[in-house]
């Protein structure tokens, strides 16, 4: 596809924040440890900072997804063996990645990484290791402890997919245009298939309804569906029947879920 000769021009819309340091964009692929092996994805490759270090790291398949006509233009003029998915990432069928092993990585979109984060590490199975930068503050959610004040429903929610690590912060000076937040990087290391949720559906639910009303009692929140059999889930675990959502592990969380 055609594009100008002109600079592009940061979309706000797709949250275009663009890194320029290349030491910070170095230690964020490194992140991810790549290897002559690897088949890595990119999410919003933008201007290419990200990738530029992947190209040069020999991997045995790299694949972008990009929303932004103009910039996947430019990307397939720059590197022209890239491959180039054009394409909404919060739409791309990540189970389609599962007959092989693969990473990913990205510095995502403010608006939309909670999301993607959400459906990749419970849709790819095939999952290595994972990268991705977000807003400090998700990547707080990302990693807090239960009775944290930024533990909830994606924190419950990832944990039963994907160990968390928070590896640095980033602050709002190393990109341009600048966000007005910092953001902070964090790897996901995925758990072995036999510790995955059988039932992500119901587990989904369960953490959904719970962290809608995050202040209230779970006996209260669940009156209707406190039967003998979830009483009896509350001993067992040694549970207050005045617990909190935000006080439950990721794996009583994938416990009651189970139960109820
Ligand atoms: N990786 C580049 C960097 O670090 O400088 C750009 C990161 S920028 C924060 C996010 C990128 O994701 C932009 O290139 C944007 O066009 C792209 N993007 C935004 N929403 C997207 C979506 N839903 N699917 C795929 N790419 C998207």
């Known amino acids: 596809m055609e594009h100008s000769n002109q600079p592009h021009r940061a979309k706000k819309s797709l949250g275009q924040n663009f890194l320029t340091d290349p030491?910070?964009?170095?230690?964020?692929?490194?992140?991810?440890?790549?290897s002559g092996d690897d088949y890595i994805i990119e999410i919003g490759p933008g201007q290419g900072a990200l990738t530029e270090h992947l190209a040069e790291a020999g991997l045995r398949r790299l694949r972008v997804i990009e929303m932004d006509d103009d910039?996947?233009?430019?990307?397939?003029?720059?590197?022209?063996?890239?491959?180039?998915?054009?394409?909404?990432?919060?739409?791309?069928?990540?189970?389609?990645?599962?007959?092989?092993?693969?990473?990913?990585?990205?510095?995502?979109?403010?608006?939309?990484?909670?999301?993607?984060?959400?459906?990749?590490?419970?849709?790819?199975?095939?999952?290595?290791?994972?990268?991705?930068?977000v807003q400090h503050e998700v990547a707080l959610r990302l990693t807090a402890e239960p009775g944290n004040k930024a533990y909830g429903g994606l924190t419950a929610w990832v944990r039963n997919f994907s160990r968390t690590?928070?590896?640095?912060?980033?602050?709002?000076?190393?990109?341009?245009?600048?966000?007005?937040?910092d953001s902070?990087?964090?790897?996901?290391?995925?758990?072995?298939?036999?510790?995955?949720?059988a039932d992500?559906?119901?587990?989904?639910?369960?953490?959904?309804?719970?962290?809608?009303?995050?202040?209230?009692?779970?006996?209260?929140?669940?009156?209707?569906?406190?039967?003998?059999?979830?009483?009896?889930?509350?001993?067992?675990?040694?549970?207050a029947l005045s617990i909190r959502p935000e006080n439950l592990t990721p794996e009583q969380f994938l416990s009651l879920s189970e139960r109820i």
């Open 200 to 239: 992500p559906e119901r587990l989904a639910g369960l953490i959904k309804t719970l962290f809608q009303q995050r202040r209230k009692q779970i006996s209260t929140i669940l009156k209707k569906r406190m039967t003998p059999e979830v009483e009896a889930w509350f001993q067992e675990q040694g549970l």
């Open 184 to 197: 902070a990087v964090v790897a996901f290391d995925p758990l072995p298939a036999g510790e995955r949720p």
């Open 165 to 181: 690590a928070y590896l640095f912060k980033v602050p709002p000076s190393v990109f341009r245009p600048r966000p007005k937040v």
């Open 71 to 133: 910039l996947a233009s430019r990307l397939e003029e720059r590197w022209p063996t890239l491959e180039v998915v054009r394409a909404d990432a919060l739409k791309f069928p990540w189970e389609s990645l599962n007959d092989t092993p693969c990473k990913i990585i990205g510095n995502l979109p403010y608006n939309v990484g909670s999301k993607l984060i959400w459906d990749i590490v419970s849709q790819v199975v095939t999952l290595e290791r994972a990268v991705f930068m």
């Open 23 to 34: 030491n910070i964009c170095r230690k964020i692929v490194d992140a991810v440890r790549p």
